[in-house]
């Protein structure tokens, strides 16, 4: 498959339009993906064209990075690498820390992890309300002037940390929640990227499964699964969130697509810089979201779409209290 490129805000940064998400394989949702077969999975998205891969010290911790690290590296030069800094010793109980030094520290390790001379793009996983976002842009910066790392990227940042973070070192993306489930970015944050010239990657565009049409009431999830700590997917909340599905499942039929292909879709269709990044760990279901790609929505489709799913009220919190408070700094 040829999957058309986008490129990230004004940085050049040139990708794959959609990426892969690769935390699910070794971290959230349950036993870790056998690495043998994660490894064919990895390798099997770049066959199908896919160039930017998702990962972070903290999923595992340690392990996802090492994974892809065995994954990419006979086509490393090929591929766009994205990881991520900001918890303590990569343990995400252990809460945020993005000191200059625990940066720089996070850098060296994951170079060795990848299995490579530099990242492509680095993140702030979340942001650190206690060290200012200008030291941590300078950091970051100062990485990048020694070719450790190319581009910066903020995750899950509100509007005033994106943009004093970006007058010290110009922000290549950020990476946030957005579907048609969670359209919060759409009031702020939409409008500032495009202002700055930043490129937006959604996290969970398929809503963590959900908007795939796999997930009901009686689904029941592994107890490593995260979902159980998520409000959104009590039991009584994903009864009361069946609208939006059963109502994309009928906009799929009209287009001979699948429910998680026309949620794709409708990212990309948003803006020319927006570059999803579902995860999976089934080959079929990567062929599936790859597909979606190739859906072209018309501006008639994609306001149908919209105006439908704004008529649903989705119920539930998206985080658990304790990670909601990381959010949107």
């Given at each position: 498959?040829?999957?058309?490129?986008?490129?990230?805000?004004?940085?050049?940064?040139?990708?794959?339009?959609?990426?892969?998400?690769?935390?699910?394989?070794?971290?959230?949702?349950?036993?870790?993906?056998?690495?043998?077969?994660?490894?064919?999975?990895?390798?099997?998205?770049?066959?199908?064209?896919?160039?930017?891969?998702?990962t972070?010290?903290?999923?595992?911790?340690?392990?996802n990075?090492?994974?892809?690290?065995?994954?990419l590296?006979t086509?490393?030069?090929?591929?766009?690498?994205?990881?991520?800094?900001?918890?303590?010793?990569?343990?995400?109980?252990?809460g945020?820390?993005?000191?200059?030094?625990?940066?720089?520290?996070?850098?060296?390790?994951?170079?060795?992890?990848?299995?490579?001379?530099?990242?492509?793009?680095?993140?702030?996983?979340?942001?650190?309300?206690n060290?200012?976002?200008?030291?941590?842009?300078?950091?970051?910066?100062?990485?990048?002037?020694?070719?450790?790392?190319?581009?910066?990227?903020?995750?899950?940042?509100?509007?005033?940390?994106?943009?004093?973070?970006?007058?010290?070192?110009?922000?290549?993306?950020?990476?946030?929640?957005?579907?048609?489930?969670?359209?919060?970015?759409?009031?702020?944050?939409?409008p500032?990227?495009?202002?700055?010239?930043?490129?937006?990657?959604?996290?969970s565009?398929l809503?963590?499964?959900?908007?795939?049409?796999?997930?009901?009431?009686?689904?029941?999830?592994?107890?490593?699964?995260?979902?159980?700590?998520?409000?959104?997917?009590?039991?009584?909340?994903?009864?009361?969130?069946?609208?939006?599905?059963d109502?994309?499942?009928?906009?799929?039929?009209?287009?001979?697509?699948?429910?998680?292909?026309?949620?794709?879709?409708?990212?990309?269709?948003?803006?020319?810089?927006?570059?999803?990044?579902?995860?999976?760990?089934?080959?079929?279901?990567?062929?599936?979201?790859?597909?979606?790609?190739?859906?072209?929505?018309s501006?008639?489709?994609?306001?149908?779409?919209?105006?439908?799913?704004?008529?649903?009220?989705?119920?539930?919190?998206?985080?658990?209290?304790?990670?909601?408070?990381?959010?949107?700094?």
């Amino acid at each position: 498959m040829n999957i058309q490129k986008r490129k990230l805000g004004k940085s050049g940064l040139e990708v794959s339009a959609l990426g892969l998400g690769c935390m699910g394989l070794s971290f959230g949702y349950g036993p870790a993906t056998d690495k043998a077969d994660a490894v064919q999975l990895i390798r099997s998205a770049y066959e199908l064209g896919v160039t930017f891969f998702d990962t972070a010290e903290a999923y595992g911790p340690f392990t996802n990075e090492e994974l892809l690290g065995e994954a990419l590296k006979t086509f490393r030069n090929s591929v766009v690498i994205a990881t991520k800094f900001g918890f303590k010793d990569g343990i995400t109980a252990l809460g945020l820390d993005s000191r200059p030094e625990t940066i720089r520290a996070v850098a060296e390790a994951s170079l060795k992890r990848l299995k490579t001379d530099r990242i492509d793009l680095f993140y702030q996983h979340r942001v650190d309300p206690n060290v200012p976002i200008e030291e941590v842009a300078g950091t970051v910066k100062e990485l990048i002037q020694e070719g450790k790392v190319k581009h910066f990227g903020l995750s899950e940042a509100g509007v005033h940390t994106i943009r004093k973070a970006h007058a010290v070192q110009p922000v290549t993306a950020l990476q946030s929640e957005y579907s048609l489930w969670w359209r919060e970015p759409e009031q702020e944050i939409l409008p500032t990227l495009e202002e700055l010239g930043i490129g937006f990657v959604p996290f969970s565009p398929l809503g963590k499964g959900f908007l795939t049409g796999r997930i009901d009431e009686n689904t029941a999830f592994g107890k490593d699964d995260f979902r159980n700590t998520v409000p959104r997917f009590s039991e009584v909340n994903r009864k009361a969130n069946q609208a939006l599905v059963d109502l994309l499942g009928r906009m799929a039929n009209e287009r001979n697509a699948t429910p998680a292909r026309i949620a794709l879709a409708w990212l990309l269709a948003q803006k020319p810089w927006i570059v999803p990044i579902p995860g999976t760990t089934k080959l079929h279901r990567l062929k599936e979201n790859i597909g979606s790609a190739a859906i072209t929505l018309s501006a008639d489709d994609f306001r149908k779409i919209t105006a439908a799913v704004s008529k649903i009220e989705v119920k539930g919190g998206r985080y658990a209290e304790q990670s909601q408070k990381m959010v949107n700094r």
